[in-house]
């Protein structure tokens, strides 16, 4: 056992001197700000949030996997609609809800 603990604590301490030495090599890159970033056309434009008024179960697609549930809150689509399906971001990525009757609103 002791070894074991030996060779893990070197391991360990192997890598860590391994990142702080790779951290010091890595130079700051300055960014080209002569032209813009996002080019005119390229804007996206979503959708007006959601207030959710009650728990709302989110999914992995329509009529998909149950993932989670949100609490009330606002929440962000993506603009993708499939019926009274709506795609939003959720902190394990994009998911559906089931949002009866939505219009999306852009104003």
Do not use: R
Not at 53 to 80: I, K, R
């Amino acid at each position: 056992m002791k070894k074991f603990a030996a060779i893990t604590a070197s391991v360990i301490i192997s890598a860590a001197l391994g990142t702080a030495a790779s951290a010091a090599e890595t130079e700051a890159v300055t960014p080209n700000l002569d032209e813009p970033i996002i080019q005119v056309g390229e804007t996206v434009i979503a959708p007006n949030p959601i207030e959710l008024l009650n728990n709302t179960t989110f999914y992995s697609n329509p009529n998909g996997e149950a993932l989670s549930a949100l609490a009330p809150q606002f929440v962000h689509p993506t603009g993708q609609t499939i019926n009274d399906w709506v795609e939003i971001y959720t902190w394990l990525g994009k998911a559906w809800i089931n949002v009866p009757n939505y219009v999306p609103d852009y104003s």
